[in-house]
Structures are given as C-alpha cells and as structure tokens.
Nanobody, 123 residues
Framework: QLQASGGGLVQPGGSLRLSCAAS????????MGWYRQAPGKQRELVAD???????NYADFVKGRFTISRNIAQNTVYLQMNSLKSEDTAVYHC???????????????????WGLGTLVTVSS
C-alpha cells in the first residue's frame, strides 16, 4: 500500500528527501504523515499533512523539515535539511486511505503504514 524511499547516509548539516507513494485500490487519501523510530525509542510523529495542505510539525524539526504532498499521485514527501545526528532513525510513512466512496462517506479508513526507510546522520 505504501512504498517509501529516499533514506541513506548523510553528514551532519546535510539534506535528504524522503518520498512515499500510496497505491492499490484507493478512492481517496486523507492525512499523510511521517513518523520515526530511533533505536531504543518509541515511534514519534515527525510531520503530517492533510488533503487540503495543512501541515503539522514536531517541535524538534520545525524550521528544518518540510512536508508536502502530490494529491494526484497520492504521494507525500519529507524534505529534511540541516540534519543532526539525533535525526538518525527509521522513518515510516503513514496514510489514512479510503478504498471506496462508501468508505469515504462512512468514515471507514485504512490506517496504512509503509516499510521504513533508514536515515543515518553521521560524519
């Protein structure tokens, strides 16, 4: 359902752009977001964005990360700048997927998660 890409190794201060595309039996996609999980820590919200473009960021990424989406392609992006070692984590994308018009108006959504992509910030 969700395919994420774009992770890798980057030096502190560098940038990466993550992408995540939703596919397969989709009528509409609601909120899309990025979460991350560092070793030994709980998964935490990084940023999310509604279908009308309203975004929300965790305090620890404000001013450094930007979330955006392409509605037509059911894709969400995360531009990460000024990366720090503490940003090292597995990044997961999440999306609220409505499979049909009936599900959409009935409020029946699939809470979909993609396989994570590893971001390592190290010199």
């Amino acid at each position: 359902q969700l395919q994420a890409s774009g992770g890798g190794l980057v030096q502190p201060g560098g940038s990466l752009r993550l992408s995540c595309a939703a596919s397969g039996g989709i009528f509409s996609v609601g909120v899309m977001g990025w979460y991350r999980q560092a070793p030994g820590k709980q998964r935490e919200l990084v940023a999310d964005i509604t279908s009308n473009g309203s975004s929300n960021y965790a305090d620890f990424v404000k001013g450094r990360f930007t979330i955006s989406r392409n509605i037509a392609q059911n894709t969400v992006y995360l531009q990460m700048n000024s990366l720090k070692s503490e940003d090292t984590a597995v990044y997961h994308c999440n999306a609220a997927i409505f499979r049909s018009i009936q599900d959409y108006y009935g409020g029946k959504r699939l809470d979909a998660w993609g396989l994570g992509t590893l971001v390592t910030v190290s010199s």
